[in-house]
């Protein structure tokens, strides 16, 4: 089954503990992307990566980093989370240039 | 960066009726997507738009890319209670440096039996 697999589903941390969230998809998909969302503010793009190695900042990059190593993976890594990092994490792929993107189920994150 | 403004935020609707929704922006798209996006759920793909004027049907649900290429609506018909959910407008411009989805904030659609 065609599927973007997020872990864990739900996480709570504290301030300052790295954690890292992982993403894997089995489409062969190019282009992957995290987001995060906000009561009010909707999907908001952190990071993208068009191929491997390759990776880009999205409309709020601040505070996150991504890795690209392999085409089916692309973990979002949080080095010192903080609470207004509290949110709904979506992971999302397609084959190239966003299109048609796939999402993930989510990854409640709160940073207490 | 760009934008784009979802109407309406929310809608409290009967079952049976209509839904309309719409979304605008100042700037043009090549493409537009619709999704919908269920409680604990992620996003889920709708419909595709890829031509300006283009009219696409989705079973009950019907979307259109505007001619000015700046606008899109969907329609939902006799809406039943799994209609239920948020439902995303989102835009790609090719020509952005970017490259990357541009979301609206939503609409949250609720259906009364």
């Known amino acids: 089954e065609a599927q973007v697999t997020q872990n864990p589903r739900y996480l709570i941390t504290v301030t300052g503990k790295k954690l890292t969230v992982t993403c894997s998809q089995n489409?062969?998909?190019?282009?992957m992307s995290w987001y995060r969302q906000d009561p009010g503010l909707g999907l908001r793009q952190i990071y993208y990566?068009?191929?491997?190695?390759?990776?880009d900042k999205g409309d709020v990059p601040e505070g996150y980093k991504v890795s690209r190593k392999e085409k089916r993976n692309f973990p979002l890594i949080l080095e010192s989370p903080s609470p207004n990092q509290t949110s709904l994490y979506f992971c999302?792929?397609?084959?190239?240039?966003?299109?048609?993107?796939?999402f993930g189920q989510g990854t409640r994150l709160t940073v207490v | 960066g760009q934008q784009l403004n979802q109407s309406p935020q929310s809608m409290f609707i009967q079952e049976g009726e209509d839904v309309s929704m719409n979304c605008t922006s100042s700037?043009?798209?090549?493409?537009w997507l619709w999704y919908k996006q269920d409680p604990g759920e992620g996003p889920v793909l709708l419909i595709a738009?890829?031509?300006?004027?283009e009219l696409t049907s989705n079973g009950r649900l019907t979307a259109q890319f505007g001619i000015t290429r700046k606008d899109s609506f969907l329609n939902i018909s006799a809406s039943i209670p799994s209609d239920v959910g948020i439902y995303f407008c989102?835009?790609?411009?090719?020509?952005?440096?970017?490259?990357?989805?541009?979301f609206g904030k939503g609409t949250k659609l609720s259906v009364k039996p």
């Open positions: 738009l890829y031509k300006a004027g």
């Open positions: 700037s043009i798209f090549n493409t």
């Open positions: 989102a835009g790609v411009n090719y020509g952005g440096s970017q490259g990357n989805l541009i």
């Open positions: 489409m062969n998909h190019e282009y």
């Open positions: 999302a792929s397609s084959f190239y240039g966003n299109t048609e993107a796939f």
């Open positions: 990566s068009m191929n491997v190695e390759v990776t």
